[in-house]
């Protein structure tokens, strides 16, 4: 390609909404450009780039056995209905209706689609396992697109979509896309770590994400150096502290003005905060009415088909040294969302803002407020609390609090879990070691859907001895586009971008300087004979334009030919990535041009393999 007619140009200076390093070299160097919040055009570098990243992407999962298939961006309502995410999922789902108004959704992601094509080709375990995927266009109307291409609305995906007789097979093929998802971030040149997750909207039993570290991230994640524990601070475990034991003392009632947080109560009563016992107040959305469970230790599990429910109060307990997660939280009572209540609503259930815990929240009267109806709200406590006696909670009154409130005796819960937040320094769960903190962009994910999706729209076949059972469903993603911005955030430096040889969109820069036009063109044309991509700068552009633009567009390599570099020998060859120049004869130019990819091409291959599932 010359650059005379590429259907792109560089810029000087980035839009002043350009947030992230990525999203202002990727525009500057005329990569992408935006036509509104969240939504992108990608330019011929750019296409040429998401191909080859899109083709590392077959490559890898053809060898586990996946076969590439095309499923629509624009689905029926219907199978969302029998699966009940039409109504667990919120605006961001693109929504509308066909000229039959048909309730019509545009596609977020394709379980659904899979798990109806599994009912109408799979019959028989004879079928399984299969292994299906595609590389399509996705819709999620992100209320916050930010960073350029880390955080958009509409953007293309490989899916694949495991199909298995049991769980042992979805086990296996969930090993096999683990291994190849760190081989596809390899290739590409990104360094990734997987972390455990949470299973979100799409349900399942198990899920990792693929992290990029860096500041940009919005995912925060927990990490040991000792052990290797990695897992989202959604999700992720710590070993809470064994408080000592002590015989539970009488219950008293204390004055305790102005301290409705527990910094103040701790600072008031001269007691650590780990004494005291926090209290934090949501409305759940979608939430399964709760059988009564008092004291009950287990949580139902999320993800589940139906439709949304009305909200329920959720009053959760947590020791006042700690945080609590809402993503363990919302998991614990099924909810799909979860938003703080307001004074009004905690009023409405008995409770005193500042000043409350689930003491004597059963019926009766509370202070001077009528009765009300325990079934209102359902009391979530940490685990952590039944094991730490004698605590300051609340007295649901404003301004008093209860000394030596032990859970069991002076209360009870409807759900007992760890709904506590991980944080810097909490000992690991696995090694005891200290915890520490890092921001990430995620670029992928796996799930084992299980049977999540399959009960829901049908999808059976006959096993060995002709009993229906249902297909088990695993479900495997990379975003190309947010790949492409993290491979950019990750490859640059002050000059502009620096491609991995494997994914730029040229693997040399030719530049041509007067005085050798005629040798520039030869050269141009014996690189793609030999098989060599080239992007040739063939403007009147001055010396200096060229080279910035250059080093702006970042390809691996670049070659100077003019009058000078003649004169010296031959032409001129530098690597983006390093200062050394060198003067190539002009008949060993293919050859050495030929050196410098393999050897890029080798450093890439030769990066460590990152660990194994087990090691997890």
């Known amino acids: 390609m010359r650059m005379s007619r590429l259907f792109s140009q560089t810029l000087r200076d980035a839009p002043g909404d350009a947030e992230v390093v990525s999203h202002k070299l990727l525009l500057r160097a005329g990569f992408i450009r935006q036509l509104g919040a969240g939504i992108f055009s990608y330019l011929p570098l750019a296409r040429r780039s998401l191909t080859k990243i899109e083709n590392i992407m077959r490559q890898e999962i053809n060898a586990i056995g996946g076969q590439e298939i095309t499923m629509p961006v624009v689905q029926p309502a219907d199978l969302w209905q029998e699966t009940g995410r ?27 689609v899979v798990a109806d094509l599994a009912r109408r080709e799979i019959r028989s375990w004879r079928q399984l396992p299969s292994l299906i995927y595609h590389i399509q266009t996705k819709w999620r109307d992100d209320p916050r697109p930010r960073a350029g291409l880390i955080r958009v609305r509409e953007f293309t995906m490989l899916d694949s979509y495991s199909l298995d007789a049991d769980f042992d097979g979805l086990a296996a093929q969930y090993r096999a896309h683990y291994a190849a998802y760190f081989r596809i971030f390899g290739r590409c040149g990104l360094p990734t770590i997987a972390v455990k997750s949470d299973t979100g909207m799409m349900g399942g039993k198990l899920a990792h994400e693929y992290m990029y570290l860096a500041p940009i991230g919005e995912d925060t994640l927990i990490l040991c150096d000792g052990c290797g524990y ?15 034991p002590e015989a539970p003392r009488p219950v008293e009632k204390i004055a305790t003005p102005h301290t409705s947080t527990i910094a103040d109560l701790a600072k008031l009563l001269g007691v650590p905060e780990s004494r005291t016992a926090k209290a934090v107040f949501m409305m759940a959305a979608g939430s399964a009415p709760l059988p009564p ?15 949304a429910a009305d909200e329920r109060f959720i009053f959760a307990v947590i020791r006042g040294d700690m945080e609590v997660n809402e993503t363990k939280l919302a998991n614990a009572v099924g909810a799909a969302a979860l938003r703080p209540a307001t004074e009004v609503e905690i009023l409405a259930v008995g409770a005193t803002p500042g000043y409350a815990s689930p003491v004597g929240l059963g019926g009766g009267t509370v202070g001077d407020r009528p009765e009300y109806d325990r079934a209102e709200l359902v009391i979530v406590v940490d685990d952590l609390i039944p094991a730490s006696p004698n605590l300051v909670a609340g ?20 759900i007992v879990c760890d709904i506590a937040a991980a944080r810097d320094g909490d ?17 992928g994910n796996i799930f084992q859907l299980g049977t999540r999706y399959t009960d829901a729209l049908g999808a059976t076949y006959l096993d060995r001895e002709g009993k229906p059972r249902p297909v088990v469903m695993g479900s495997y993603g990379i975003g190309a586009g947010r790949l492409l911005a993290c491979i950019a955030e990750e490859h640059n430096d002050a000059n502009g971008l ?23 063109e030869k050269l141009y044309a014996d690189l793609w004979a030999a098989g060599i991509e080239v992007l040739h700068d063939d403007r009147s552009e001055s010396a200096g334009v060229k080279f910035m633009d250059a080093d702006l567009i970042g390809l691996p390599l670049r070659l100077t030919i003019g009058k000078r570099s003649l004169q010296a020998g031959g032409v001129e060859l530098k690597r983006r990535d390093r200062a050394e120049k060198t003067i190539v ?4 130019v293919i050859e050495r041009i030929k050196q410098e990819i393999a050897a890029l ?4 291959a030769n990066r460590p393999i990152q660990k194994s599932l087990e090691a997890e």
């Open 86 to 112: 039409w109504y667990q999922i919120g605006s961001e789902m693109g929504r509308f209706k066909d000229k039959s108004d048909h309730d019509m959704v545009l596609a977020m992601t394709h379980e659904e």
């Open 230 to 244: 990695t897992a989202n601070r959604q999700v992720a475990a710590f070993r809470k502290p064994e408080p000592a």
């Open 293 to 307: 469970n008092p004291g009950g230790v287990s949580a139902p599990q999320s993800g589940g088909a139906g439709g």
């Open 395 to 414: 007295a649901n009154e404003d301004g008093y609090h209860l000394l030596n409130v032990n859970y069991g005796r002076d209360y009870q819960a409807d």
């Open 427 to 443: 000992p690991c769960p696995q090694c005891s070691m200290a915890l520490r903190t890092a921001r990430g962009v995620e670029v």
């Open 498 to 520: 620096i491609w991995p040889v494997t994914v730029a969109p040229y693997h040399v820069h030719l530049v041509s300087l007067p005085g050798a036009e005629v040798e520039a």
């Open 585 to 588: 004869p002009l008949d060993q």
């Open 601 to 604: 091409e080798a450093e890439i």
